[in-house]
């Protein structure tokens, strides 16, 4: 006799979403990205790290440095993945949502978010238009949410950078 339970949703665990993050290390002139793709129940489906120095000197204004950099390592991450993921997630340094949109302009559902201030959750704020209640990506958002990957893979994400990048002066990394 087996034990009756339930089994995981098969969608969300077919699903995945991409989280996005870029830190820069302003003394070395470069700029460190990468995207952790999991599914639904958190579990590593993919990692894909890259790195660019940035250009310097008095002809580049640091911002225009920042965005043009951003914008390279954003879409040589997409290059390189192999998998597609039902939801790109960024953390809300990364830029605002005018830039993201135009500039980094995933088709897939995008979503910028900031840690909660006191014991309120991560807030969500939705790049381009939110998944409706049945894409794939809705249900994926939902899941990730109840089981607390709002933020935390971001911390993964940064760990596997520090692991990659040993000699890099990590304790500099700029996010904003």
């Known amino acids: 006799m087996s034990v009756p339970h339930r089994k995981p949703s098969y969608k969300t665990s077919i699903s995945c979403a991409a989280y996005l993050d870029i830190l820069w290390l302003r003394s070395e002139h470069a700029f460190y990205g990468a995207l952790l793709l999991i599914d639904g129940r958190g579990q590593p489906q993919e990692f894909v790290y890259n790195t660019l120095s940035s250009p310097a000197g008095f002809l580049w204004a640091e911002d225009q440095v920042r965005a043009l950099s951003i914008v390279t390592l954003s879409h040589s ?95 500099e990394a700029h996010d904003d």
């Open 77 to 171: 991450l997409f290059d390189a993945c192999r998998r597609e993921p039902d939801l790109l997630i960024c953390r809300d340094t990364l830029g605002p949502p005018s830039f993201l949109q135009q500039e980094i302009a995933p088709s897939i559902p995008f979503a910028q978010v900031a840690p909660g201030v006191s014991s309120s959750p991560a807030a969500w704020n939705w790049i381009n238009d939110p998944p409706g209640i049945g894409m794939p990506a809705y249900r994926l958002a939902q899941e990730l949410q109840q089981r607390g990957f709002v933020l935390e893979p971001f911390q993964r994400l940064r760990k596997g950078l520090q692991e990659l990048y040993p000699t890099a002066r990590w304790e």
